[in-house]
């Protein structure tokens, strides 16, 4: 399976960081099978750089009968609803999971949640909002354990 992570720097050996904010499934290394999504993702947080990388790996799929996963389907259900909102609200929450893959939350998912955490939406309210999004993959690659199953193949420079 093709990944890719956009970044503004190359990552050939990619390592599992601690984020200084909260993201949807934790600390780790975050890919996708949207091309576009690390593109997006590259020419978003380049700042004052006048390029970005988007990062192409080779993600083998036997990881997935050798590690300890959480996979969420789309659209998002009640499962998936409370991992990402432990994961953005409790600072020391923490998983187990070497890889974690499901829908990313983006802008308007966001805003959606927003919502839920202020009590003016229902988690039903939420999820049946979020059925109506198309919502892009990605995979979180949480352990050392689990990179071992991921393969730099090349990388695009995005202006």
């Known amino acids: 399976m093709k990944l890719f992570h956009g970044s503004t720097v190359v990552v050939r050996t ?6 200084n904010r909260t993201l949807d499934y934790g600390a780790g290394f975050y890919t996708t099978t949207s091309e576009r999504q690390a593109k997006d993702w590259a020419l978003r ?9 988007v990062n192409v790996y080779e ?27 432990a994961n953005r609200t409790q600072r020391d929450f923490s998983h187990n999971y070497d890889l974690v893959y ?13 919502l839920y955490e202020q009590g003016l939406l229902s988690k039903q309210e939420l ?3 979020l059925k109506t999004y198309s ?3 990605q995979m979180l690659f949480h352990t050392d354990k689990s990179l071992e199953y991921l393969s730099f193949v090349e990388v695009e420079e995005v202006c």
Request: contains cysteine; charged residues 25%.
């Open 14 to 19: 990619p390592r599992i960081l601690v984020p």
């Open 45 to 53: 947080n380049r700042k004052d750089q006048n390029v970005g990388y």
């Open 59 to 85: 993600f083998d799929e036997s990881a997935f009968s050798h590690l300890n996963c959480l996979i969420f389907h789309s659209p998002p259900d009640e499962d998936w609803v409370d991992f990402v909102h």
């Open 102 to 114: 499901g829908p990313v939350a983006n802008d308007r998912v966001y805003a959606a949640f927003a």
């Open 127 to 129: 999820i049946g909002e």
């Open 135 to 137: 919502l892009i993959d």
